[in-house]
């Protein structure tokens, strides 16, 4: 999936704050939730999701998803990563 094409489900999907991220390689910032929903795909670089203590590992052209109040942690793979994400806000 492009990232025209993926933008274009996010919106349609219902994500509002859609934007690419650069990110620096980092360790995890520690377990935690949002008061939204996620959704990104990884342009370059790996961005990892861990989730009861089980890291899963995303790369270029895959998507992963943090469900809204989801208890979990995210760090940056060693080259960094860019991500094309959005939030989806609920009331």
Known sequence: MNESEFEAQLKADG???IETQNLDPRPGKGR???LFAVRG????GSF???RDSTPVIFGPGQVF???HGEL???S??????????GR???N
């Open 88 to 90: 989806k806000f609920t």
């Open 32 to 34: 935690h939730r949002h």
């Open 72 to 74: 979990h942690d995210e």
């Open 65 to 67: 998803a943090v469900a």
């Open 15 to 17: 994500y509002i704050e």
């Open 41 to 44: 795909l990884v342009l370059s």
């Open 48 to 50: 990892i999701v861990t």
């Open 76 to 85: 940056i793979g060693a080259d960094g990563a860019r991500v094309l994400v």
